[in-house]
């Protein structure tokens, strides 16, 4: 007998875990599956002739779902315990954009908060927008465990990071226009409604905001992330 542990991105409800569970029961081999909400994932236990491969397309016929096997990382020496989950590269991405941006109004002899916030915002919906093309389908799939309109459709799930990288290029280019700021502040919104709601039922899900590059936890840095945007970009839209 064998157990095997593994992470399913995209699940967000009961429902979805039964699809899984379904699946997973019909492969040859396999005796018991526990997959739980709260830690997004679980663990398959049954024969050895049950392989990885097929136990991601078992996953993947249950629907928009991506199986991910902390067995490999195990293997590679890496942690996959509550440990491991952290804001350092957050923090860091973020200190290096305040950094630089402050660079920017120093290098040109005075500092203009009016010139830092859209030069702050470029960079941030760039950067993060990146992280999340790495893994598109990932993200995706992560991000609909709890982005309220993203849960709804998979549409804006895929295309929300586009939707960052034209705003990181809109305030870049056109740094003035009040549409920007006023979409910006309607999407932070409403991922912010969504990040409280998901650290309120202390649901432990992974925040997307830097794709699934990084093991980030969904808690109240996120909230007060989402928070800041928000208020630069209302500042920024009533200036």
């Not at 019909?26 to 997959?35: A, C, M, N, W």
């Not at 590679?76 to 950094?99: Q, V």
């Amino acid at each position: 007998m064998q157990t095997i542990d593994l992470r399913v991105e995209g699940m967000h409800c009961m429902a979805c875990i039964s699809s899984v569970e379904k699946e997973l029961y019909s492969l040859e081999g396999v005796s018991k599956v526990d997959i739980s909400l709260d830690k997004m994932g679980g663990t398959i236990t049954g024969e050895e002739l049950v392989t990885r491969d097929a136990i991601s397309k078992a996953v993947s016929r249950a629907g928009d779902y991506r199986a991910v096997f902390d067995i490999e990382m195990q293997e590679s020496g890496i942690e996959t315990t509550d440990s491991n989950r952290s804001y350092k590269p957050l923090i860091i991405l973020a200190l290096y954009l305040l950094g630089i941006t402050s660079l920017i109004e120093w290098s040109s002899g005075m500092f203009l908060w009016q010139t830092w916030m859209p030069n702050f915002m470029a960079g941030f919906f760039i950067a993060f927008s990146f992280f999340k093309m790495l893994d598109i389908r990932g993200f995706a799939n992560a991000y609909r465990t709890y982005d309220l309109i993203a849960a709804k459709s998979k549409l804006y799930a895929y295309a929300f990071p586009f939707i960052e990288l034209t705003l990181g290029l809109a305030y870049l280019l056109y740094p003035d226009v009040a549409l920007t700021h006023l979409i910006t502040a309607l999407i932070m919104f409403v991922s912010l409604l969504g990040v409280v709601r998901a650290v309120s039922s202390n649901t432990k899900i992974q925040c997307a905001c830097l794709g699934t590059v990084f093991n980030l936890p969904m808690s109240y840095v996120t909230i007060i992330e989402d928070s800041l945007m928000l208020l630069m970009a209302l500042i920024m839209y009533l200036l």
